[in-house]
């Protein structure tokens, strides 16, 4: 569960150039629950996935995570039950290190201890098998060093990477967006897989309406930082591209914002309509 109560968040407070990147956010996220969050550039999306992960305290405002109250919890101490995936899949992993070595420090995020030396046996049957369920043939690749993956294979890694512990919340950005249509295919499926099977509590921003819709249970539409479309249940489930399109526009010319034709032209890309490959 993920509350937000009032939330206000400025860049550049005071200054010429400040701008007001979250607006009284309220929003309210249920256990397990999957959430696909679009919107046009700037709209804030990803400064809301930022204060939940603690990157930026809000100026207002409170973030309780599962009934805690962690507004003022820095970034290193959420990391132990906040989990993330961000677009570039330089971000997520340490490509010097190898597979082992990456889901290791993944297994130990968020504790005080140091490094270990080697992984026993046991804990490297539990890596094979968790890799083994990407379906990307990673699990023979346990010592191979995380550089020489391809983008998809090292962004699945990424996202077994934030998942293995059964984070109470899964933050991802555009996760995505960086791959080439087949790998972001694989990678969608997978995030799929892994949020449904481990019931995860899950933000998931995409510039890809279509795979807003697709995948999990609700969506959120932002709008210069703002929520201006929260739909879920019946309403969401025909909802059709075209629609979500015809919504914002409505939505706006009630709002009387400035004209953004971006996400109208982001419609037209979907990653997740050509068939998965590795
Ligand atoms: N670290 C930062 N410093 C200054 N301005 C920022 C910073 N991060 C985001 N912004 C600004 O805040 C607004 C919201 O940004 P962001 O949340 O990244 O948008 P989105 O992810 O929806 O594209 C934008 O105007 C952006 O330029
Ligand atoms: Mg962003």
Same mark, same amino acid.
Not at 143 to 149: E, I, K
């Given at each position: 569960m993920i509350e937000l109560q009032g939330i206000q968040k400025y860049f550049n407070r005071g200054e010429p150039h400040e701008v007001h990147a979250l607006r009284n956010i309220n929003l309210q996220i249920a256990h397990g629950e999957f959430v696909t969050v679009i919107g046009s550039n700037g709209a804030g999306k990803s400064t809301i996935l930022n204060i939940i992960a603690g990157v930026y305290a809000p100026d207002d405002g409170k973030v309780e995570i599962d009934g805690r109250d962690v507004t003022r919890l820095p970034e290193y101490r959420r990391a132990a039950f906040v989990g993330r995936v961000f677009q570039n899949p330089l971000d997520g992993t340490a490509g010097s290190m190898t597979v082992e070595q990456n889901l290791a420090l993944a297994l130990r995020r968020g504790e005080r201890r140091g490094l270990q030396r080697g992984v026993g046996r046991q804990r490297r049957n539990q890596f094979r098998e968790a890799l083994a369920s990407l379906g990307l043939g990673l699990e023979d690749r346990l010592?191979? @060093?995380? @550089? =020489? =993956?391809s983008g998809g294979q090292r962004q699945a890694l990424t996202l077994l990477m934030a998942t293995l512990r059964r984070p109470d919340v899964l933050l991802l950005d555009e996760h995505t967006a960086a791959l080439d249509p087949g790998a972001a295919a694989k990678v969608a499926e997978l995030t799929a897989t892994i949020v449904e099977r481990d019931r995860l509590t899950t933000l998931m921003v995409t510039h890809n309406m279509q795979q807003a819709l697709a995948l999990g249970t609700r969506t959120l539409m932002m709008h210069q930082g703002q929520i201006i479309l929260d739909i879920s249940g019946p309403e969401r489930r025909n909802l059709t591209v075209q629609d979500l399109i015809a919504r914002f526009a409505a939505v706006r010319k009630d709002k009387e914002v400035i004209a953004d034709d971006e996400l109208l032209l982001t419609g037209a890309t979907s990653e997740n309509q050509h068939p998965p490959t590795t």
């Open positions: 010592d191979a @060093r995380v @550089r =020489l =993956l």
